[in-house]
């Protein structure tokens, strides 16, 4: 019974975050009023703080950029349950985690707070399960991000002999 629910969890997290992220694009796309009045609490609350026009419609967190990302991810997500491209679920985790977190933490230490579409916490409750969900398939896609991070440092930091091999060319 485990066997089984540890091969289909991620396919099942997978697809339920990626159900998520799509609905709420329909939302943040639309340019909504639930969404206006949450990201204009935001960017009000952020202009407080000497940053104006942060979650503003061109602001660098709008709900088209989280929108965006939101998309990727569900999109990474959903391509990377194919075996061969399973970086890519990795990627997509981590893009939704990062989009959660961020929501997380804005409803909670932010005048958002909670409840700001009086909808008894719904949205808050569900950016805390795709935040879990995201956290828990990175997790399980633990070998493939690493997998990618090395990948990444053999791609920017060239290796002490390469850099020998390049000085003694030069020379």
């Known amino acids: 019974m485990l066997s089984l629910a540890k091969r289909h969890a991620p396919t099942a997290i997978s697809i339920f975050a990626a159900i998520v992220f799509l609905d709420s694009l329909r939302y943040k796309f639309t340019d909504h009023p639930n969404t206006q009045e949450i990201f204009g609490r935001l960017d009000g609350w952020a202009g407080t703080l000497g940053l104006p026009g942060l979650f503003a419609h061109t602001g660098l967190f709008s709900q088209y950029v989280i929108g965006t990302a939101e998309l990727f991810a569900s999109a990474l997500l959903l391509i990377g349950l194919m075996p061969r491209y399973v970086r890519l679920n990795a990627i ?80």
């Open 92 to 171: 997509g985790a981590a893009i939704g985690f990062a989009v959660m977190s961020g929501a997380v933490n804005f409803h909670l230490f932010t005048p958002l707070g909670i409840d700001p579409n009086n909808d008894g916490g719904g949205l808050f409750i569900a950016a805390c399960i795709v935040w879990a969900t995201t956290l828990t398939l990175m997790i399980i896609r633990r070998n493939e991000l690493l997998g990618l991070i090395g990948d990444l440092r053999r791609a920017l930091v060239p290796e002490a002999r390469s850099r020998e091999a390049a000085t003694v060319a030069l020379a």
